[in-house]
């Protein structure tokens, strides 16, 4: 989340000590992952400030699911993920892209948690998703050409 390896150390470091010293304000309204989970993407953001952005949701979802491949034959993604392009893929996303993904398939927060660590509706949340799968499956593609 953090864009380079210096940055995420930074930030785990941080968010261990922000944890450690705001330990007793956690009052369970929400699962103590989703808590540690946020306290890590603030102090991602403020290891990396730059990083904070949002998607191009101006590309139309049409040119976004051609360039992943829609109605093209399955092969090439099996491909990309063998030749281990998805995680090269992954890091070419806006980071907010990056996030969805990380938060949904990575980490297996539900849709209602994703959008609340977030701050997004759950339908904005989905869209966001939708259109960052659709682009994680693009950059593989265009990787393994």
Known sequence: MAGNEADAEDALQEAFVAAWRGAGGFRG???????????????????APHLVDEPDALVPLDALGL????????????????????????AQLAPAEREMIVLRDL???????????????????????????????????????
């Open 29 to 47: 309204g929400s699962s103590a992952r989703g808590w540690l989970f946020t306290i890590g993407r603030h102090a991602a953001a403020l290891a």
């Open 107 to 145: 980490e297996g927060f539900s849709g209602e948690e994703a959008a609340e660590l977030t701050g997004l509706t759950l339908a904005a949340m989905k869209t966001r998703l939708h259109r960052a799968r659709l682009r994680l499956v693009a950059e593989a593609r265009r990787l393994h050409a």
């Open 67 to 90: 360039e992943a491949g829609w109605g093209a034959e399955p092969a090439a993604e099996r491909e990309a993920d063998e030749d281990g392009l998805l995680g090269q893929a992954l």
